[in-house]
């Protein structure tokens, strides 16, 4: 069978027909199914390569949510992985990534994405969250680690506050085979959320440990947002 094949979308059509202007194309949510081949081979004479996958959104979109459930999926297959975060990411508990709901697994800080390929060992899959924080050296250590035939998922935010796209997020969407996009809800008219808008207009383009300072809105009301600051 062809490894590639293995890997796809599974689709499922939500909202009512009512909500769906005429002409227009289907609103359809996608969850991953990952490909089960190509790790844990023991065949030396085939080839090992891995591959990237990029999850990314704005704040309380679910990004992590959706790298834990890839996580637990990968467990159950009895498959050894490694998580990463920078130690920038002071939210929270230090040596968990873990999501807005509360669901956690263990992770390890790391203040350089090169000291991953130091540590990361013989896993199978290397999880790294909120890779924004991270410098661009990131894209090449992705690189690497899928190169040595490692499974690698990365989540992080793809725009700042500003809504400008957010550190090495864009390299690492155009190096990774499969990019996972997930939207939020604005708050403040329920429509799907791209953006992460700070309530607190102040310069710089992370405020750490501060989820309070930031909703999710759609672009409409970003922009108005950012025109009554
Ligand atoms: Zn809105």
Not at 13 to 34: A, R, W
Not at 132 to 151: I, M, Y
Request: contains cysteine; proline residues 3%.
């Amino acid at each position: 069978m062809i490894p590639s094949l293995l890997c796809y979308f599974a689709g499922s059509l939500i909202g009512s027909s009512s909500e769906i202007p005429e002409g227009s194309s289907k609103n359809v949510t996608l969850m991953f199914i990952e490909r089960t081949s190509g790790l844990g081979r023991t065949n030396a004479d085939e080839t090992h390569v891995g591959w990237i996958e990029v999850v990314c959104g704005s704040m309380f979109s679910g990004k992590t949510e959706e790298l834990i459930r890839r996580i637990n999926r990968a467990l159950i297959a009895r498959q050894k992985v490694e998580i990463f975060k920078p130690s920038i990411d002071t939210r929270y508990h230090i040596e968990d990534v873990v999501s807005h709901n509360s669901a956690s697994v263990r992770s390890r800080p790391v203040t350089h994405a090169r000291d991953i390929l130091e540590i990361v060992g013989s896993c199978d899959i290397v999880a790294i969250d909120e890779a924004q924080f991270f410098d661009a050296e990131v894209v090449e250590v992705c690189n690497e680690l899928a190169n040595r035939g490692k499974r690698v998922i990365i989540a992080g935010l793809d725009m700042d506050s500003e809504g400008k796209p957010f550190g090495p997020m864009p390299a690492l969407m155009a190096v990774a085979e499969y990019v996972t996009k997930v939207q939020a809800i604005c708050v403040v008219c329920g429509e799907l959320a791209n953006y992460s808008f700070r309530k607190v207009a102040t310069p710089g383009q992370v405020l750490l440990g501060e989820t309070d300072s930031y909703e999710a809105r759609c672009r409409r009301h970003f922009l108005e947002g950012r025109k009554q600051q």
